[in-house]
């Protein structure tokens, strides 16, 4: 049985924090935008109304790359708020451009694991839906432990989530979309939408990299799963 307070107190990083290039553009934008939608990790619970200035539903993202999706799906839905996770700066950069580019206020960012920002900064029942789109799928078995998606984690996450929300992961990798399939169907506090798969949600757009894989016949699996009312 897997203990989850030990998961949250030590756990294996999904990420390595590369050197990535960082254009004067980014940099720019980390310097000046930062301060107004970045929010500083911290061991105490964010009040995610002051946050954003409303009462809106709140949608998590964790890990968004180059932010590029983020800022569409926010931009689409102005009545929702996305409170996005990412570690690495070239994409937080990119991220707070296209927000300044595109005059997106419903956007906020903490750059930091998002396994200690559950823990630390997410209150119990307060999100109203989770995005989790092409995570690091770690395709090398020795390197599987390292995989964001494990039941400690899930677990973690349903807490956070308010009955009746949701999680939806997506993925290109096929034998990552089975575990994840399985993560999720295992966990009680959660239900399928779908049999297996779902069809891709009309808000979540399609990048550039997953047409291209498309075209070439490669697979990509959405997971989309409700916290169930009665539990």
């Not at 689409?76 to 409170?83: K, S």
């Not at 930091?112 to 789109?133: K, P, Q, S, W």
Request: glycine share 6%; aromatic share 8%; net charge neutral.
């Amino acid at each position: 049985m897997t203990d989850t307070n030990d998961f949250k107190n030590r756990h294996i990083r999904s990420f390595v924090l590369r050197q990535g290039h960082l254009s004067p553009a980014q940099q720019r934008a980390v310097d000046t935008l930062m301060p107004h939608f970045g929010i500083e990790y911290q061991t105490q619970t964010l009040a995610l109304d002051s946050v954003f200035g409303r009462s809106a539903p709140k949608i998590l993202e964790i890990g968004f790359g180059m932010g590029d999706s983020t800022a569409a799906i926010a931009k689409a839905h102005p009545e929702n708020d996305y409170l996005c996770l990412e570690v690495h700066t070239p994409g937080v950069g990119n991220l707070l451009k296209l927000i300044d580019m595109e005059q997106i206020s419903n956007i906020r960012i903490i750059r930091h694991d998002a396994v200690e920002v559950l823990r630390d900064m997410i209150a119990d029942g307060t999100l109203d839906g989770v995005h989790i789109f092409f995570p690091d799928p770690w395709h090398k078995a020795r390197h599987n432990k390292r995989r964001l998606i494990q039941p400690p984690f899930i677990a973690q996450l349903v807490n956070k989530i308010k009955p009746g929300g949701y999680i939806h992961a997506a993925t290109d990798w096929q034998e990552y979309a089975e575990q994840i399939l399985a993560v999720f169907s295992a966990e009680p506090a959660l239900a399928n939408t779908a049999t297996d798969y779902a069809p891709r949600p009309d808000y979540r757009p399609l990048t550039k990299f997953e047409k291209r894989g498309i075209n070439l016949g490669h697979g990509v699996w959405d997971l989309v799963f409700r916290r169930q009312e009665n539990l």
